[in-house]
């Protein structure tokens, strides 16, 4: 069975601070790793990555994909309070597409 | 605005009714899902539909029925309700290839007592 592990499982900062978000892998058939940032509501999508070693990045966010040891890792610098959220990791593989594997998520707590 | 939303927000019921959660995308996306949130946060996939046809049906009790209207429409029908069928219901809805990702509307808090 498919399995996405993250760490940590919580991660207090201050303001300014850069955090790193581990994401690793278990799967069959590895199709794209995605990242998703959860507020109150709806998880909302961060970053698709599909190759490994290309960096995405937009604004202060950015990610990485390493299939040969299979993890990805998202940053997050000059934190800010809005940035407080769960994130979320999923794995989309398998022969369906939509089935998302998710990780049990990063709660991330950002102090002013 | 282009979204997915689902009605409604929250529903607090008894052991044993039978409520629908209703789901509707208008980002033109041809599949459409349902994930449950449990209390520990983790996400998991129920039902996934393209064009009204049940593509993924994982590991759920038959007690919930999804149906599709059409495409752009996606509704959860649950009976006899449980105390463990607490939880948060997702609707997502995304375009037919691997390298789509999902859009999820603001989730529905089930409370079943």
């Known amino acids: 069975e498919d399995k996405v592990v993250q760490s940590p499982l919580s991660l207090v900062v201050h303001e300014g601070d850069t955090v790193t978000l581990n994401c690793s892998y278990e799967v069959t058939n590895f199709r794209s790793l995605l990242w998703y940032k959860q507020e109150k509501k709806a998880p909302t999508f961060l970053f698709m990555l599909?190759?490994?070693?290309i960096e995405k990045k937009s604004g202060r966010l950015s990610s990485i994909l390493d299939k040969k040891e299979l993890f990805s890792i998202l940053n997050i610098t000059a934190t800010q309070t809005g940035d407080s959220a769960i994130y979320l990791c999923?794995?989309?593989?398998?022969?369906?597409?939509?089935?998302?594997?998710f990780g049990q998520g990063t709660i991330l707590t950002v102090h002013p | 605005d282009t979204a997915v939303s689902q009605t409604p927000k929250y529903l607090v019921t008894q052991m044993g009714n039978d409520k629908s959660i209703k789901c509707e995308q208008n980002?033109?996306?041809?599949?459409m899902y349902w994930y449950k949130q449990d209390s520990k946060k983790f996400l998991k996939i129920m039902f996934s539909?393209?064009?009204?046809?049940?593509?993924i049906n994982e590991t759920v009790p038959n007690r919930f029925s999804p149906k599709s209207p059409d495409k752009a429409h996606l509704n959860l029908h649950i009976n006899s309700l449980e105390l463990g069928d607490s939880a948060v219901y997702f609707c997502a809805s995304s375009q037919v290839t691997y390298n789509s990702p999902l859009h999820f509307g603001n989730g529905t808090r089930l409370t079943v007592t």
């Open positions: 539909y393209n064009n009204k046809e049940l593509i």
């Open positions: 999923a794995h989309a593989g398998g022969t369906s597409y939509g089935k998302l594997t």
């Open positions: 980002l033109g996306h041809d599949t």
């Open positions: 599909t190759s490994s070693g």
